[in-house]
């Protein structure tokens, strides 16, 4: 008899990040040999979890063509060794694909019908450019349902910032040196390299050679050198490569559990479900979708933003954390906010990195007993929003002594 479950997030890993391109890390490696590669190592950090167990793997990519199409969760699940037994399916939300494999997994364990589940994401945008393999209806042109402009997501950038002129293109540089600074700064520490898989890849040489880190990091950059970069969505613009993700490769996954596993197994998760949201926008300004997630996300937890001590924000663009900072009343260098800095300097491989959030997040959680509740959110293409709100679990509700 199944019955309702609370949903854990027991762990997750993902490969480092490269820049798509030819010159890129992965220019020779297979979008789905990415995946199965973080599923390897997936698999291998949690030896206790029987694979034959596991009910079933949800893998996204936002262009699901050559060799991030056919069914990638059931695929990769082949590849990486899980028994024929073990089903998946791909699934497909743009920038948010990751976020909804772990949600709809998640809302699959909730109900019962799932013990265990593994879901991620993977893009490979070298090979696979965003909207290259697709052919958008003439009729949302035609019929002007939706503005040309909104399939370019720095064009949308750049519309953020003509309606809330206050949030400068300087403080949207200050947002992306920061941004750069505190992933270098996490990586001196040593705080993300546990959470990365590394990856063999062949050089265009035709040597061999491991992909240990991030390969996009500029911790260099300067606001002298920002302000100097050229504007690519628009004539004498705000939004430059210095303030979005750039384009990249990468694959993530997690491992998802129900109460009884947890308690059968001898988990320990790392986080725990407590309410997730999706939330629709103007196409042509989508990045301010993360907000009315948000807000439908705290309202099913019955929370404020108040509560939520850490947060995880995918940087698409500067400009789109701000918009979201703005409306929630929180400081640009708040820091609750992306402490290990974000995907401005790690990248954005689209589907992908819902699940490099939540790694991030879990890892913060462990360092902040003092915090119970933190928030995964995101902007998704054609103007959508999506959030995830984690509950800690090694919260104590005592204050963290300075």
């Known amino acids: 008899m199944a019955e309702l479950s609370d949903v854990y997030f027991v762990d997750g890993v993902r490969t480092p990040f490269g820049r798509a391109g030819e010159k890129g890390m992965y220019a020779n490696t297979r979008a789905d040999d990415l995946v199965v590669k973080a599923m390897i190592g997936l698999m291998e950090r949690n030896g206790g979890v029987p694979a034959d167990r ?38 497909e939300r743009m920038c948010a694909g990751a976020m909804t494999a772990v949600t709809t997994m998640g809302a699959s364990i909730g109900v019962g019908m799932y013990d265990l589940a593994i879901a991620g994401g993977v893009e490979h945008m070298g090979r696979h450019p965003i909207g290259s393999n697709a052919d958008p209806n003439p009729r949302f042109v035609a019929e002007k349902l939706v503005d040309p402009g909104a399939l370019n997501m720095g064009v949308t950038a750049e519309r953020i910032h003509d309606r809330f002129p206050h949030l400068t293109k300087e403080r949207a540089d200050r947002f992306g040196m920061l941004s750069q600074q505190k992933v270098q700064a996490a990586y001196d520490a040593g705080r993300i390299q546990p959470d990365l898989v590394p990856v063999a890849v062949a050089r265009p040489d035709g040597a061999w050679a491991l992909a240990t880190e991030d390969e996009g990091r500029r911790p260099e950059t300067t606001m002298e050198g920002l302000a100097s970069l050229k504007t690519p969505f628009r004539p004498h613009g705000r939004v430059t490569a210095g303030t979005s993700s750039p384009l990249t490769d990468g694959a993530t ?7 009884a596993a947890v308690k059968e197994l001898g988990l320990a998760p790392k986080m725990r479900m407590v309410s997730f949201a999706f939330a629709g926008v103007q196409p042509e300004i989508m990045g301010i979708g993360p907000i009315p997630s948000t807000e439908k996300a705290l309202a099913k937890a019955g929370l404020t933003i108040d509560d939520i001590g850490l947060f995880e924000l995918n940087e698409a663009f500067a400009i789109q954390v701000l918009s979201f900072l703005d409306h929630f009343g929180i400081a640009d260098d708040d820091p609750r906010v992306n402490p290990w800095g974000g995907a401005i300097a790690v990248g954005h491989p689209l589907a992908a990195s819902g699940v490099r959030l939540m790694i991030q997040l879990a890892a913060q959680f462990a360092e902040h007993p003092e915090v119970r509740y933190g928030l995964t959110a995101m902007c998704v293409g054609l103007g959508q929003g999506g959030s995830v709100v984690w509950e800690n679990p090694h919260y104590t509700g ?3 002594r300075k």
Request: aromatic share 0%; hydrophobic share 45%; proline share 4%.
């Open 54 to 91: 596991i009910d079933d793997v949800a893998i996204a990519a936002t262009s699901q063509t050559g060799d991030q199409g056919l069914t990638l969760g059931r695929t990769v699940a082949i590849l990486a060794g899980l028994p024929q037994t073990v089903p998946g399916l791909a699934i």
């Open 253 to 259: 996954v997690s491992l998802l559990a129900g109460s």
């Open 398 to 400: 005592k204050k963290k």
